[in-house]
């Protein structure tokens, strides 16, 4: 099937960088949609940006003109540049990706999520 291997979290100080991958493998037919979302524990998981296999992008009012989200399609990777860091985005990270997978008998749709990276930001 299809894995998602995330990287890139860590702690930073307030107005730092960072930036994250997801790179998915597998039995890959097709990767369509890649996005990063974020929780926190006890609330919902919501979505920071997200791209499309052609470049559309679109992002989270909170993290516009901060973070950059990218894709290698040869890759199937999936990047994050958060740049000006501020404390209230310290969540879990989480890569999610769809697409289809070569089944035993054909294409099969997927819609798989990362493991989460954590990304704490100090202030």
């Known amino acids: 099937q299809v894995q998602l291997v995330e990287s890139g979290g860590g702690l930073v100080q307030a107005g730092e960088s960072l930036r994250l991958s997801c790179a998915a493998s597998g039995s890959i037919f097709r990767v369509d949609a890649m996005g990063w979302y974020r929780q926190t524990p006890g609330k919902q998981r919501e979505l920071v940006a997200a791209i499309s296999s052609g470049g559309s992008t679109n992002y989270a009012d909170s993290v516009k003109s901060r973070f950059t989200i990218s894709r290698d399609n040869a890759k199937n990777t999936v990047y994050l540049q958060m740049n000006s860091l501020k404390p209230e985005d310290t969540d879990v990270y989480y890569c999610?990706?769809?697409?289809?997978?070569?089944?035993?008998?054909?294409?099969?749709?997927?819609?798989?999520w990362g493991q989460g990276t954590q990304v704490t930001v100090s202030s």
């Open positions: 999610n990706a769809k697409g289809f997978y070569n089944g035993g008998r054909g294409v099969v749709p997927f819609d798989y």
